[in-house]
């Protein structure tokens, strides 16, 4: 599938600074496919579900300062893969703009609903009760992750985990319904296919 212009929906964005360089590529119309290396591995398996389920293929190579700990290297993922879903998008012609999931996963249950608005906000209402998940990961990134990417991408985007015991399935069911509504907001809506979603003239 390609936006207005005929061009394919994909980006490229590179971002380089002296706590991380980062590499990201994505498709809006693929198969889900991933090819994701942060050298934080609960990191690469969240971002692995959010691909699959989005079914956006992505790659995503990052380096970053992990002897300090993983927060550069977190948020900077976060910040160009918000770019990349930005320039991937162009002038959002054709989308549904909108997206809400709300998504079980065993005894934890979450939704998200987001918003293509170029209007960057997040919510944020996910809570854990253990500080790290792996060996790697601090759960308070999670939040850190988020905040970059709807603040990069221009997204406003509600997270909300309504009850759960297990923290990797909260914050696992956070990923998956984000993904599921990304999904929902990014694909064409073919009644509405030359038409900008907003009664604004431009997003």
């Known amino acids: 599938m390609s936006n207005n212009n005929g061009e394919d929906r994909t980006a490229q964005v590179s971002r ?17 496919i991933a090819d994701i290396h942060t050298g934080v591995g609960f990191f690469d398996h969240m971002l692995e579900q959010l691909c699959k389920h989005s079914l956006i293929d992505m790659t995503i190579k990052a380096e970053g ?27 959002k012609r054709g989308i549904r703009r909108y997206g809400h999931f709300d998504l079980v996963m065993d005894e934890s249950r979450s939704a998200v609903a987001l918003d293509f608005s170029n209007r960057a906000h997040l919510v944020w209402d996910v809570m854990f009760t253990v500080e790290r998940l792996g060996e790697d990961m601090e759960t308070e990134l999670f939040q850190e992750f988020f905040n970059a990417l709807a603040g990069a991408g221009g997204i406003t985007l509600h997270a909300s985990n309504y009850y759960g015991t297990n923290n990797h399935h909260i914050i696992e069911s956070v990923y998956k319904a984000c993904a599921k509504a990304m999904r929902m907001a990014v694909e064409i809506d073919p009644r509405a296919a030359n038409s900008l979603p907003t009664t604004k003239g431009a997003l």
């Open 16 to 32: 380089k600074t002296k706590e991380t360089e980062i590499s990201v590529s994505i498709n809006l119309d693929g198969n889900g």
């Open 65 to 91: 300062d992990l002897h300090i700990d993983a927060h550069h290297t977190v948020e900077d993922t976060g910040i160009a893969l918000g770019q990349a879903l930005k320039e991937a998008l162009g002038d």
